[in-house]
């Protein structure tokens, strides 16, 4: 890891990095946590599809859209493998694609309004929460902060990057 890589990491609070996917996914999430548009395209690789992604809140808007895409980039997600849903959906016409699905929610509103919850969004965060249907099925849903708030709280970018994360974690072990 370079020199500049380091000093950014420990300036978001990361002391130990550690990454399962090909080093030059370390310069994507650099960029990806910064908001700058990142001109290097990633390589499509065959993989089978790990499950849906289900994005909760506001779509992002400005310099919030490019660390959003920039977030779609470093998870590696095709177009296929996430959406965006409104927190004001009605959730039990919700369809299963069929594979498994996480939901994420921006904004500890949109995790109280989709999950029922009512603790704010610092006791809602580094949890599994769930997201019922009305389906007799349950949607994991990890709560993070807003993308806005996240641009303008640099100490949050660290805490989003675990939150998406552990969204994958829960994922992958679906």
Do not use: C, Y
């Not at 990806?32 to 289900?54: D, F, H, M």
């Not at 349950?138 to 993308?147: G, K, M, N, T």
């Amino acid at each position: 890891m370079s020199n500049t890589h380091s000093s950014f990491l420990k300036e978001m609070g990361i002391t130990e990095w550690t990454s399962r996917d090909a080093i030059s996914a370390q310069a994507e999430v650099s960029s990806a946590v910064t908001s700058e548009p990142n001109t290097q395209e990633k390589q499509a690789s065959p993989r089978a599809s790990n499950g849906i992604w289900w994005f909760f809140g506001n779509e992002p808007q400005g310099d919030a859209q490019i660390l959003f895409q920039n977030l779609i980039r470093v998870l590696g997600l095709a177009t296929n493998e996430w959406s965006w849903k409104s927190p004001s959906t009605n959730l039990g016409q919700l369809e299963n694609p069929g594979l498994p699905v996480v939901a994420l929610a921006f904004g500890g509103p949109v995790a109280q309004k989709i999950t029922g919850e009512r603790d704010p969004l610092p006791q809602l965060r580094e949890t599994i929460l769930a997201l019922n249907t009305g389906n007799d099925e349950e949607i994991p849903v990890i709560a993070s902060f807003e993308l806005n708030q996240v641009l303008t709280r640099p100490q949050e970018k660290a805490l989003l990057w675990q939150d998406l994360l552990m969204a994958r974690s829960v994922l992958q072990n679906s």
